[in-house]
């Protein structure tokens, strides 16, 4: 017997819930307020392209989704970039696992030119099991020209972060993870700088403990620390 059925109902005053529906104001439980209704073709998305297309990238934008099984969240970053011409300073991606077509995906962003730097954040179980076979096309195909930064740790996050070059603070995240499912996802893009910093704030922070591409210092970062160093002194 489990524990839901050796709940007894006398453990539970219900009279306090019946007392708030005749509208009396001394209920310990209350109704959440109504919403409005959304029409479900504004919630519901089979396809990557489609949910790309519906949403306008701007300042305080805000979308829930539903997705269907067949959705690709990894292809759905691609039309978004594409699809609004967006370019991008530092895209920031954290997911449990992923797929060729997504580091393909991601390598077409960083090839044509709309994402400047990439940082890519696996969990440790899929570094592991991919170590042999997607984690070395992955260092071939995204680590070019010290433009990208690859960690694996204990993390479930499914995040992507944005930032653009015209301002906008775009922040991706759900259910889904880059590659495609059998199930029912969810997932919320909105454009909130104050959510961005959050999170992009502790995505840096397992970048650095986990990262493992040792990249070179360039000239130009070891003349602005001498000089930051010189002012200090």
Sequence with gaps: MNELSQFETQDFDFSQVVSFRKGKSNSRYINPPKQREIPERFLKYEYAADLAKAIKPETGMRCFAVLDGKFIAGDFIEAFVYEHNLH????????LSMSENNVDSLANLMNTGYVDALDLIVSDYFFSHERRNLVPYLYQELDKDDRFQFAAASTHCKLCLIETHCGLKIVMHGSANLRSSSNIEHICIEESPELYDFNFEFQVAIL??????????????????????????
Excluded: G
């Excluded at 991008?88 to 997911?95: A, L």
């Excluded at 650095?208 to 002194?233: F, G, H, M, N, P």
């Design 88 to 95: 991008i300073k530092r895209m920031v991606i954290s997911t």
């Design 208 to 233: 650095e403990k986990y990262k493992t591409i040792k990249k070179s210092v360039r000239r130009s970062d070891l003349w602005q620390a001498v000089q930051v160093k010189s002012r200090q002194t």
